[in-house]
């Protein structure tokens, strides 16, 4: 029994040691920060999903204001939370070639298919897609692609006059989800989704699964997190959404004989790539004996294509959706700004003969001031990662030496709702955005779309199809706080990437009454 015993305490001081062994990391480098616990770190909240990881960079960011870093630790793994905007610019920018990666996988070889994305890649398989995906988001394709927009746009008046019809209020999270998926997957994949008239939309579930997390779902993540190599054939997304994608993206290719069929949208795109078989370009990890970057080759494999179309899939409805739906939100609970925003659209609508057009949308100064402001306080993404990727780094603002593979978080809804940045950040004031007053916003605090090389590539698709949507909704209708709306909303705890939140953002919708 006594030997049992013996064993049995050292069984768990070996454990608390293994738990705990990185805790020192930010002590020895006078980093304030939470006491960790083990094996959590200072993430318990967000692996017991009662906070989400944009809960918890705020958090974090708020209770040390005084500081331009703050330590945190994801399970064991030191990360830095970065407050100072300078600091933030060094990171996405200017130093750019020693943070290259995002680091949003434990595991620097096990990867799921579904992450080999540009959003989630590191290194050379995110600069080689990254160079050839560019040039699709150029402003000569989103012109060529804006009838597609104005065809969802018409379809999304037809289903907000049956809301005016039959709700009493209608969750604008759905409402402006459905508009987006309809576009992209009209512009991106060929498909009329119809999730607008399809009440049981497949493809409205399968986006809505993408960003659920279940319990099964949170478990694999913090399992991942914790013990990475013991783990690394755990995946982070649901087994099914593979399969699901997988047999999407072979039905669309074969319904095009696996060759680009002349629409220019991203499947010709991936199919164009296919048929040359590989990217070649210069690599951003390794460089040869004169420090050159050396010359490397990416094999386009159809599992890398299915990958490609379940973030552009994503991410494409999900942050456009978000951004817009919370515009209106805010629109609803600011009558003076959503009428200004109307007599904006009509006028900008007559001197385009009552059409909405790529041109059109571009004049609507005000409704993308709105939209910014919504952006500001609550970005579609609400922090940064990324990871080291030097040996080491040393922060000459503050002294501060890293090692290779610490990661980064930049808590960008934090920045831009602090008042040290934006005079009353709790108020919604599209004029921080008016032509005078914008220039005067500092630098690397407003970052909705992230800054640098790694910046949101489809920045602008983004943009266009939430503006398009939020004008043909207010040309015909207002709408206003339902009796259950919430003027403060409450986010989600078990949000993943983008922010969702507690019953949606319901809202009254009604014809407009033109004097």
């Given at each position: 029994?006594?030997?049992?015993?013996?064993?049995?305490?050292?069984?768990?001081?070996?454990?608390?040691?293994?738990?705990?062994?990185?805790?020192?990391?930010?002590?020895?480098?006078?980093?304030?920060?939470?006491?960790?616990?083990?094996?959590?770190?200072?993430?318990?909240?967000?692996?017991?999903?009662?906070?989400?990881?944009?809960?918890?960079?705020?958090?974090?960011?708020?209770?040390?204001?005084?500081?331009?870093?703050?330590?945190?630790?994801?399970?064991?793994?030191?990360?830095?939370?970065?407050?100072?905007?300078?600091?933030?610019?060094?990171?996405?920018?200017?130093?750019?070639?020693?943070?290259?990666?995002?680091?949003?996988?434990?595991?620097?070889?096990?990867?799921?298919?579904?992450?080999?994305?540009?959003?989630?890649?590191?290194?050379?398989?995110?600069?080689?897609?990254?160079?050839?995906?560019?040039?699709?988001?150029?402003?000569?394709?989103?012109?060529?692609?804006?009838?597609?927009?104005?065809?969802?746009?018409?379809?999304?008046?037809?289903?907000?006059?049956?809301?005016?019809?039959?709700?009493?209020?209608?969750?604008?999270?759905?409402?402006?989800?459905?508009?987006?998926?309809?576009?992209?997957?009209?512009?991106?994949?060929?498909?009329?989704?119809?999730?607008?008239?399809?009440?049981?939309?497949?493809?409205?579930?399968?986006?809505?699964?993408?960003?659920?997390?279940?319990?099964?779902?949170?478990?694999?993540?913090?399992?991942?997190?914790?013990?990475?190599?013991?783990?690394?054939?755990?995946?982070?997304?649901?087994?099914?959404?593979?399969?699901?994608?997988?047999?999407?993206?072979?039905?669309?290719?074969?319904?095009?004989?696996?060759?680009?069929?002349?629409?220019?949208?991203?499947?010709?795109?991936?199919?164009?790539?296919?048929?040359?078989?590989?990217?070649?370009?210069?690599?951003?990890?390794?460089?040869?004996?004169?420090?050159?970057?050396?010359?490397?080759?990416?094999?386009?494999?159809?599992?890398?294509?299915?990958?490609?179309?379940?973030?552009?899939?994503?991410?494409?409805?999900?942050?456009?959706?978000?951004?817009?739906?919370?515009?209106?939100?805010q629109l609803a609970f600011n009558p003076d700004c959503q009428e200004k925003?109307?007599?904006?659209?009509?006028?900008?609508?007559?001197?385009?003969?009552?059409?909405?057009?790529?041109?059109?949308?571009?004049?609507?100064?005000?409704?993308?001031?709105?939209?910014?402001?919504?952006?500001?306080?609550?970005?579609?993404?609400?922090?940064?990662?990324?990871?080291?990727?030097?040996?080491?780094?040393?922060?000459?603002?503050?002294?501060?030496?890293?090692?290779?593979?610490?990661?980064?978080?930049?808590?960008?809804?934090?920045?831009?709702?602090?008042?040290?940045?934006?005079?009353?950040?709790?108020?919604?004031?599209?004029?921080?955005?008016?032509?005078?007053?914008?220039?005067?916003?500092?630098?690397?605090?407003?970052?909705?779309?992230?800054?640098?090389?790694?910046?949101?590539?489809?920045?602008?698709?983004?943009?266009?199809?939430?503006?398009?949507?939020?004008?043909?909704?207010?040309?015909?209708?207002?709408?206003?706080?339902?009796?259950?709306?919430?003027?403060?909303?409450?986010?989600?705890?078990?949000?993943?990437?983008?922010?969702?939140?507690?019953?949606?953002?319901?809202?009254?919708?009604?014809?407009?009454?033109?004097?």
């Open positions: 029994m006594l030997i049992l015993s013996a064993v049995l305490v050292v069984f768990c001081v070996v454990l608390y040691l293994y738990g705990t062994r990185t805790f020192n990391y930010w002590k020895k480098r006078g980093i304030k920060h939470e006491k960790p616990l083990p094996f959590v770190g200072t993430n318990l909240k967000n692996f017991a999903q009662k906070a989400s990881m944009a809960m918890m960079a705020t958090e974090t960011y708020r209770k040390f204001p005084n500081e331009k870093v703050v330590g945190y630790y994801r399970g064991t793994v030191p990360e830095l939370v970065i407050r100072d905007p300078e600091i933030a610019k060094r990171i996405l920018v200017t130093d750019f070639q020693h943070f290259y990666a995002r680091g949003f996988n434990p595991h620097k070889t096990v990867i799921e298919p579904l992450l080999k994305n540009l959003f989630f890649a590191d290194g050379d398989l995110w600069r080689l897609i990254r160079q050839r995906f560019t040039p699709a988001f150029s402003t000569g394709k989103l012109k060529a692609m804006f009838p597609l927009i104005t065809k969802r746009a018409e379809n999304l008046q037809i289903f907000t006059e049956k809301i005016v019809i039959n709700r009493d209020h209608y969750d604008a999270r759905e409402l402006m989800g459905r508009y987006t998926t309809d576009f992209i997957g009209e512009c991106g994949f060929g498909i009329n989704m119809d999730t607008l008239n399809d009440e049981n939309s497949q493809f409205r579930a399968l986006g809505k699964r993408i960003f659920e997390r279940k319990l099964r779902d949170g478990v694999s993540a913090a399992l991942k997190i914790m013990f990475p190599e013991m783990c690394k054939n755990l995946t982070f997304l649901a087994p099914e959404l593979e399969k699901t994608m997988n047999h999407l993206y072979q039905s669309v290719v074969k319904e095009r004989n696996n060759k680009p069929s002349g629409r220019n949208d991203f499947v010709d795109l991936l199919l164009e790539l296919k048929e040359k078989g590989e990217i070649i370009g210069e690599s951003i990890e390794k460089k040869d004996k004169d420090g050159k970057p050396e010359i490397v080759t990416l094999e386009l494999t159809d599992s890398l294509m299915m990958s490609q179309m379940f973030v552009f899939f994503g991410a494409g409805f999900e942050t456009s959706s978000t951004a817009s739906s919370y515009t209106l939100h925003v109307q007599a904006e659209i009509d006028s900008v609508l007559e001197k385009y003969d009552n059409k909405l057009t790529f041109d059109a949308i571009k004049d609507m100064a005000y409704l993308e001031m709105c939209f910014y402001e919504s952006m500001r306080m609550y970005p579609s993404v609400a922090y940064l990662m990324r990871k080291c990727t030097s040996k080491e780094y040393t922060f000459p603002e503050i002294n501060l030496t890293i090692d290779e593979d610490v990661k980064i978080m930049i808590p960008i809804q934090a920045i831009q709702m602090d008042e040290k940045y934006f005079r009353e950040p709790t108020k919604f004031d599209p004029e921080r955005f008016s032509f005078g007053a914008k220039d005067d916003i500092k630098k690397f605090v407003f970052l909705p779309f992230g800054e640098g090389p790694r910046a949101c590539v489809g920045e602008r698709l983004g943009q266009m199809q939430s503006m398009a949507g939020l004008a043909a909704v207010l040309q015909k209708f207002t709408v206003e706080p339902a009796a259950i709306s919430r003027r403060d909303i409450i986010p989600d705890p078990t949000g993943v990437v983008s922010e969702n939140f507690v019953g949606g953002l319901p809202l009254k919708f009604r014809r407009r009454v033109k004097n």
